[in-house]
């Protein structure tokens, strides 16, 4: 969640579906109208030509519906963010790069509002138990956040607070904004299409489901129990409700501080070791990921520091609105594609990629192996084979370099060099999703500058079993 910008405040957020509409709708008329026209004018250019217009048209109708879209606030802009995220595999890349552009919604609802919804959600009586701080943490576009104290006892809290109306303006605003993009002409709407954007729904209702994050959070504060090296906040039920929840406030810095830079490298490589640790224990035995890679989900609370009561650097997990559960049937042959990159073997790499339905045996041999290769170079710091390392990607000790690899870069290049596009299918929505998150968790271990080779991590996972490596 954003932090506050001081005296940017709304009296509420407009959440009438008709307005809404109303809104989009026009714009979407207005950007359809305006791509006509382009496209009738680009005919009689040369091919060319008409390329580099029409994608030059393109980034303008992304830009100016992003800049619509942000005029309207709630869901919206949540939906503009997920759609960012998780939509390249959908969307025109000029739509997605406008679309990354979208900023949480940092305008925050005047306290009064709060307060209304407070006695709404707490009751008079249960809400007089706390003291609220009038000025919000943080503020996006579906809440916002406020500190309390419990006056009993002094427990410092955290209440999430959910806008009014934005729950129920879901449905009607992801409706609304694709037929934006369609009207637009930015999108085909086809079936893959119409999947995806019912992912994306029952994601958003999950995000605005407090009392189903509120369980999940307490789920994942069970699992971590016994390892001291994260911290899950402890949820207060008796103050959380379906569109409100309380949690114990857990103090830390942002993985960017300057504070965390200056750890130590051991401390800053232990902390990307229990990040990729953390991630592998959620895909490798939970069955649960939390998919959302945004930093502000994540705090580090360092030893010796007030609310530090251990010797050890910790790693705070906050905000489990977009854990995700997968099934063995999606889980079985991602497995068995990690393993198979792990240990050199192409062709139980392809088995696993057709069988997800992604990849197909009648592609050319070349570029099945080129597939292949390309998703054995994301496994580069976890393998043993180390001889594909960049030289300033390892350190005076042999160890793997996080940053300095700029490994999804290098990956990203090798599948643009390539001609996978040409044959490549759009992948389960479920792999879209494991796919952000680990490149989330790479980010995050290279932000925090860790210096570490991950292979005996992932080896504890391939083969924790009866399962023997092959070579």
């Known amino acids: 969640m954003a932090s506050k910008k001081t005296g940017n405040t709304v009296s509420r957020i407009k959440t009438g579906s008709f307005e809404r509409r109303l809104s989009m709708t026009r714009a979407g008329l207005f950007a359809g109208t305006r791509m006509a026209s382009h496209m009738a004018t680009n005919w009689f250019s040369s091919k060319e030509n008409r390329e580099r217009r029409h994608r030059a048209m393109l980034s303008r109708q992304a830009e100016f519906l992003v800049e619509e879209l942000g005029k309207l606030k709630g869901s919206v802009v949540k ?27 940092t305008t925050s609802l005047e306290w009064n509002a709060i307060r209304v919804v407070l006695e709404r959600e707490l009751g008079t009586a249960r809400l007089a138990e706390l003291e609220v701080d009038p000025e919000p943490i943080g503020a996006a576009s579906l809440g916002q956040v406020h500190r309390a104290r419990r006056l009993s006892d002094g427990l410092e809290l955290v209440l999430k607070v959910q806008y009014p109306g934005v729950a129920d303006a879901i449905d009607s605003d992801l409706n609304a904004v694709a037929q934006l993009l369609r009207v637009a002409r930015l999108v085909s709407i086809g079936p893959e299409f119409e999947d995806w954007l019912e992912e994306v729904r029952q994601m958003m209702h999950r995000e605005v489901d407090y009392r189903l994050e509120a369980e999940t959070t307490e789920r994942f504060r069970q699992m971590l129990l016994g390892d001291e090296r994260f911290v899950v906040p402890r949820v207060l039920p008796e103050y959380s409700t379906s569109h409100l929840m309380a949690s114990t406030y857990e103090p830390g810095h942002s993985v960017s501080s300057l504070a965390v830079r200056e750890l130590p490298l051991e401390r800053r490589s232990e902390l990307g070791k229990a990040a990729l640790e953390l991630f592998l224990e959620e895909l490798f035995v939970w069955g649960e990921i939390q998919t959302d890679p945004n930093f502000g989900n994540y705090r580090i609370r360092i030893a010796g520091e007030p609310g530090c009561d251990i010797e050890k650097d910790q790693i705070v ?8 559960s997968y099934p063995e049937s999606f889980l079985e042959p991602v497995k068995r594609m990690i393993a198979a990159s792990y240990e050199g073997n192409r062709e139980g790499l392809i088995d696993g990629g057709v069988d997800l339905g992604f990849m197909s045996r009648d592609w050319p041999e070349d570029v099945l192996h080129t597939f292949a290769d390309v998703c054995m170079s994301v496994l580069e710091p976890l393998k043993s084979d180390r001889s594909q390392w960049p030289e300033n990607a390892v350190n005076s000790q042999g160890q793997y370099r996080w940053k300095q690899s700029d490994l999804p870069s290098r990956v990203a290049r090798q599948a643009a060099r390539s001609a996978i596009s040409r044959y490549f299918r759009i992948p389960p929505k479920e792999f879209v999703f494991l796919n952000r998150k680990l490149i989330g968790v790479y980010t995050f271990i290279s932000v925090l500058c860790s210096e570490f080779n991950g292979e005996a991590l992932l080896r504890a996972y391939l083969y924790r079993g009866d399962r023997n490596p092959q070579g």
């Not at 997990?317 to 995700?324: C, I, Y």
Request: no cysteine.
């Open 317 to 324: 997990l906050l905000d489990f609105g977009a854990v995700q």
């Open 79 to 105: 939906i503009g963010q997920v759609m960012a995220l998780y939509g390249e595999h959908f969307l025109p890349e000029e739509v997605t790069e406008a679309l990354h552009t979208l900023e949480d919604q």
